[in-house]
């Protein structure tokens, strides 16, 4: 049976955080129904994160106003005492997605407050299905609102491929909505807010990487002097799924040559059989053949052994190398074999690969023993 971990984020939605949210709405509602309320409690043990939040929606529906404005503005007010905060108002945001899609004026308002305590990108993407033109059109107007959680908001909740959010499928099509808006962020003082930029573009590039490279060069065209230091950031983080890629428009857009000019040595690790815990440690020598200074990206490819005996890559950022003429660099790395729940590992031969600028350069085997 697997051991219960007393630190895993699910136990921030507890019965603490009940106990305190029945407070709350029952000073601001004195007929919540607070003793009821909170036996939503016993369900949670048995359940994992996103599975509390929504007993807890469910619970605050049963419990509150089925007149679902009148419930919003009891929300709101519990929020006001700004004893709920984070996420402490993650049932809030999922009740008003769930309930709310048919009041759009009152519950992007809700979400625009809420926004600035715990996020709203995952809430707001039922109204960007439901109501895309209306939607888009409020965040292009919020791109320019004075607090940093809104912008970023108008940006994280109108991406494609969120992470754990439903997909927008509408926006995977045709992104060129979202891109009016990044269009209006793209010089922002906030580094959080810019973050979100590079995320929305690197969404955006698994389907329409030309889109991506054609709108970064015309921002390159416009910067003024003054922001060109937070645009290549952005490009930078943005390109960062098409430069491991090897895709050429984005080598090219960073600076790196189309092929790197270099003699390679051969790729070293420190033994062929590995167990999971153990650390491959790999080295190679590269010596620049260029007459002239090249900037090269190098990555790493692992390729990992799966059940039907084929590999499969993951490519992992290495270093970015500004070469002189015949300049000697030794590349030395650690990677460690941890077990992770995103993959499976299984015996076999696997391979790693250096990469640089996109082309494979050097390779070796080497096994791994789960027995």
């Not at 009148?70 to 519990?78: F, G, N, Q, S």
């Not at 991506?212 to 922001?227: E, G, Q, S, Y």
Request: hydrophobic fraction near 40%.
């Amino acid at each position: 049976m697997k051991e219960e971990n007393p630190k895993a984020f699910k136990h921030w939605i507890s019965e603490k955080l009940v106990q305190k949210m029945a407070q709350d709405l029952t000073s601001v509602f004195p007929q919540f129904n607070s003793k009821s309320f909170v036996q939503v409690a016993k369900q949670l043990k048995a359940l994992e994160l996103k599975p509390r939040v929504l007993v807890i929606r469910d619970t605050l529906f049963e419990h509150l106003p089925k007149d679902y404005l009148k419930a919003l503005r009891i929300l709101l007010k519990a929020v006001e005492k700004d004893n709920l905060k984070g996420f402490d108002l993650w049932p809030f945001s999922e009740f008003i997605q769930t309930h709310g899609l048919e009041h759009f004026d009152e519950s992007l308002h809700a979400l625009s407050i809420l926004t600035q305590k715990f996020t709203a990108e995952f809430a707001v993407r039922p109204f960007l299905v439901q109501y895309p033109e209306k939607t888009y059109a409020l965040f292009l107007k919020w791109a320019k609102h004075s607090n940093h959680h809104i912008r970023r908001w108008t940006s994280e909740g109108s991406r494609p491929r969120l992470p754990w959010g439903m997909k927008l499928h509408s926006a995977i099509r045709d992104p060129k909505p979202g891109i009016k808006i990044l269009d209006l962020l793209k010089f922002d003082e906030e580094l959080y807010v810019r973050k979100s930029i590079a995320n929305h573009l690197n969404d955006i590039a698994k389907d329409h990487p030309d889109l991506v490279i054609a709108t970064l060069k015309k921002w390159n065209k416009d910067c003024p002097p003054k922001h060109q230091g937070k645009l290549l950031w952005i490009q930078k983080q943005a390109l960062r799924s098409l430069i491991k890629a090897g895709y050429l428009p984005a080598l090219t857009l960073m600076g790196y040559g189309k092929q790197a000019d270099i003699k390679i040595g051969k790729l070293k690790i420190n033994k062929k059989r590995f167990k999971l815990g153990e650390i491959i440690d790999f080295e190679l020598q590269l010596i620049s053949t260029n007459k002239k200074n090249q900037k090269l990206a190098v990555d790493y490819v692992i390729h990992y052994q799966k059940s039907n005996q084929k590999t499969s890559p993951k490519v992992f950022k290495l270093k970015v190398l500004d070469l002189n003429p015949g300049e000697t660099f030794i590349i030395k790395k650690r990677h460690a074999l941890r077990p992770v729940t995103t993959r499976k590992h299984y015996s076999g031969i696997h391979k790693i690969q250096i990469q640089i600028n996109g082309k494979i350069l050097a390779s070796a085997d080497w096994h791994l023993d789960l027995k």
